[in-house]
């Protein structure tokens, strides 16, 4: 694969991430505290599901290769992980807007590279660098500050990963005009 068929391919997934951050958000905004209970709920079964596979891929594997312990002891942390979720979902959910936070801040950093590569390239960068870097306050204001009410925290994450869906469809979009 070369590399304008790599680009068109991260392009359209970043599309298509975006507008699904786009309808997350808005399930967030629209759904705080049944979505809340559903993220958690889906954290655990998807903790569960990858100790089961970790330690069935050690357990297939064992005679052939001698047993990859890194397999199983990241199984056995899924399996642990998985437990904690479901038994202390609060604490999880406390901790989702502090997650989700450093996501988008992260997030924002690889935009404003995207934004910064533009101005190499003589694009329009000016206001994919402001979004970009909205994009990381945005990001760590989630991370360092606590809410006190997580619907409203929730509806809060919902607005910044509308606003990251929506950001990240208006760079690319320069960002493929001035890649023609």
Wanted: proline share 2%.
């Amino acid at each position: 694969m070369n590399m304008k068929q790599r680009f068109e391919r991260f392009s359209r997934n970043n599309v298509l991430l975006s507008v699904l951050m786009v309808a997350l958000g808005l399930l967030l905004i629209i759904w705080p505290g049944k979505t809340l209970e559903w993220a958690a709920k889906i954290l655990g079964v998807a903790f569960m599901l990858g100790a089961v596979i970790c330690c069935f891929s050690w357990f297939r594997d064992r005679h052939i290769h001698g047993g990859d312990y890194t397999t199983l002891a990241i199984g056995i942390l899924c399996l642990v992980a998985g437990i904690v979720v479901f038994a202390a979902p609060h604490g999880v959910i406390t901790l989702l807007p502090k997650i989700v936070g450093v996501a988008i801040a992260v997030n924002g950093v690889l935009n404003l590279a995207q934004a910064l590569d533009l101005r190499k390239h003589g694009g329009s960068w000016l206001g994919p660098v402001i979004m970009a870097a909205l994009t990381v306050v945005a990001g760590l204001f989630l991370a360092f500050f606590s809410f006190g009410a997580m619907k409203a925290a929730v509806m809060v994450i919902g607005g910044v990963i509308v606003y990251n869906g929506v950001s990240n469809l208006l760079i690319e979009s320069k960002y493929r005009k001035a890649g023609r």
